[in-house]
Structures are given as structure tokens and as C-alpha cells.
């Protein structure tokens, strides 16, 4: 594996991670919202959200190679051993974390915020807006702990993306192929590189924190 590689690789596994999470948090952040200050089957719904977050990543590339390859209903689409096939399977992974933290960030919320809003607000949209404002700190913890799954991820990609080298291989499914292989220096680079990845990930996330408080 050379340096070209090894960037092939990086860049990969950033596409992939912080596309699916930029997804998922543009949907599950409102979906949390509207579950949070909902009335109706609230509880059944968070039931069934905090459920969905413990989903194994394997079981989720299982179905999801069942429904993409040719004999399946979604064959037609193409996404099987795909980047984009990798980005559908950790969006699906991460939407139910973005939404039970935005959830749990939202009812943590003190009562007296709530309510002024609630007062306040005459339209849905503006509402939401204004307690994803309140709760902006959780909100950017709930995306970073979606990202932290992302980047880990290796069960679902390699099944749904089948570690196709130059094409699918991010840096958890090059570190399993690696240590398969009994190349254990290049498997133990890619880790470093990977924890370098996701330190340089909470350094972003720390500094635009910081802002965040300083406004």
C-alpha cells in the first residue's frame, strides 16, 4: 500500500462518514424535534428510535445486501458494492442516533424555555428553529456521536461496499483486510491514520463549540 493509497482510502471513508451524517442529522435533528414536542405516540416512537440505535451494523448491511443485490426489490437502483450503496448503509445506521439524541436534547430542555417558546412560536418551522437554537450544543454533540459511528463503522460497508480496493475500501474494512492478510505495520498505519481522522474530526467540533459559546 503506498501513500496515493492510503489517501485514496482517507478520503474515501471522510466522503462516505460525513456525507451519511450530514444526511442524517438534516433529518433526524427535525424528526427529533417534532417527536419531542409531539403529543401523539410520543413514547412509542422513542421506543422505537432508541431501539433502532442499537441496530448491529451487520444485521443493517445484511438486509440492506438482500434488498440491493440483482434478485432484490431495490437491485435496479445500482448501490450494491457502491460508495453511494456505503453512504445509504451508515445514513441508516446514524438517522436513528441523530434522532434519539435530538430527542433527549430537546425534552432535557428546561420547562420555562419550552413553554416561552411554544408562546412564541406561530408557525411549526419557526419553532423548530428556535429550540434547535436553544439545544445547538447537544445537537452538535448528537451529530459528532453519529460521526464517531460512521468513521468506526465496519460491519455494514464491507457487506453493502464488499472492500473493493481503489473503489470501496474505507479505512476499517482496509484495517480488517490487513490484519486477514497477517500484514500487521500496514494494518496498524491505518489505524493510526483512522484515530488521527477522528481526532482531527473533535478538534473542528471542539473549536466551532468554543464559537458557539463565546456568541
Not at 93 to 107: D, F, M, N
Request: hydrophobic content about 55%; overall charge positive.
Amino acid at each position: 500500500m503506498d501513500a496515493a493509497e492510503l489517501l485514496l482510502i482517507t478520503g474515501l471513508t471522510l466522503r462516505v462518514s460525513l456525507t451519511a451524517v450530514a444526511l442524517s442529522s438534516a433529518l433526524g435533528i427535525p424528526v427529533g424535534i417534532l417527536i419531542a414536542t409531539g403529543q401523539r405516540r410520543r413514547k412509542a416512537l422513542t421506543l422505537a428510535v432508541n431501539t433502532a440505535m442499537g441496530t448491529p451494523p451487520v444485521l443493517l448491511g445484511l438486509v440492506l445486501y438482500l434488498l440491493l443485490s440483482r434478485q432484490g426489490p431495490l437491485g435496479f437502483l445500482g448501490l450494491l458494492f457502491t460508495p453511494e450503496g456505503m453512504i445509504l448503509s451508515q445514513f441508516l445506521l446514524t438517522l436513528p442516533i441523530t434522532t434519539g439524541l435530538t430527542i433527549s436534547a430537546i425534552e432535557s430542555l428546561p420547562r420555562e424555555t419550552r413553554e416561552l417558546i411554544e408562546s412564541l412560536a406561530t408557525r411549526p418551522t419557526f419553532k423548530m428553529l428556535l429550540l434547535a437554537n436553544e439545544a445547538k450544543l447537544q445537537l452538535l454533540a448528537a451529530s459528532l456521536t453519529a460521526l464517531a459511528r460512521a468513521v468506526s463503522e465496519v460491519g455494514s460497508v464491507i457487506i453493502v461496499g464488499g472492500n473493493i480496493r481503489y473503489y470501496t475500501r474505507v479505512l476499517t474494512t482496509a484495517i480488517v483486510y490487513y490484519t486477514n492478510a497477517g500484514e500487521f505495520e500496514a494494518a496498524l498505519w491505518l489505524g493510526a491514520v483512522l484515530a488521527l481522522v477522528y481526532l482531527s474530526l473533535n478538534a473542528v467540533v471542539l473549536a466551532v463549540r468554543a464559537a458557539v459559546i463565546r456568541e
